[in-house]
């Protein structure tokens, strides 16, 4: 079993949606938790960074942990066609001898 | 203008031959990284390294050399002992060698074994 499972999609919603990301994971120590965004071709780029469990909003973007249930979200509001690209989930235990794991990705197309 | 740089973006190499990309940041950041991302699957750290002259393995080292002799500068050699190189690279840097910094990715080399 992965340590972190993401459904790789792809996902394709009209402009304007509201859109759902998840990963679940398996294991407790992680308590940081990241989104990071990637164009076809190009680096993946952080969107969303939380600590532990709640919500984080940030312009369209909310960011969503839920540790009792090993499970994190990514809302997007109001999609537009630019937020069609690969969404990275991404987490780690914050203790010096972590590594940063990331989800194998969930691709999301917006329709115009 | 600041910034992780990788080059080539494609690289086409022949069975039995070494290659090396290259990896250059200008954020005066500590840590530097390699990860290698294939189809399906997460980014898979390959090397790390958290100060000039010293590197750690990552989960996947076999058939991957690196050096950092320059703060600035983290090569990574995919040698012939790698048996399926072909896949995305990239490189990345953070400000501290600790897993809760953020972590700054450059736009990657596409390498294509022929």
């Known amino acids: 079993q992965k340590e972190v499972e993401q459904d790789p999609g792809p996902l394709s919603v009209p402009e304007g949606a509201i859109v759902s990301l998840n990963c679940t994971y398996s294991n407790s120590a992680f308590q940081y938790f990241m989104w990071y965004r990637q164009y076809s071709r190009k680096g993946p780029e952080l969107l969303m960074y939380t600590y532990s469990s709640g919500n984080k909003e940030d312009g369209r973007f909310t960011a969503q942990v839920d540790k009792s249930s090993k499970y994190i979200s990514l809302f997007i509001r109001d999609s537009q066609p630019s937020d069609s690209a690969t969404y990275l989930c991404?987490?780690?235990?914050?203790?010096?001898?972590?590594?940063?794991?990331f989800g194998s990705g969930t691709r999301l197309s917006i329709r115009p | 203008d600041g910034g992780i740089t990788q080059s080539p973006k494609y690289l086409f190499r022949k069975e039995g031959q070494n290659v090396t990309l290259s990896c250059e940041q200008n954020l005066n950041h500590d840590a530097m990284y390699w990860y290698r991302q294939d189809p399906g699957q997460g980014l898979r750290l390959i090397y790390y390294s958290q100060i000039v002259n010293d590197f750690q393995k990552g989960d996947i080292a076999e058939g991957y050399s690196v050096s950092r002799e320059k703060k600035e500068s983290f090569p990574l050699t995919v040698t012939s002992a790698q048996k399926n190189p072909t896949a995305f690279y990239l490189c990345a840097s953070s400000y501290q060698p600790h897993s809760t910094d953020t972590q700054y990715f450059g736009p990657g080399t596409r390498l294509t074994v022929l």
């Open positions: 991404a987490m780690t235990g914050g203790s010096s001898a972590s590594k940063i794991i």
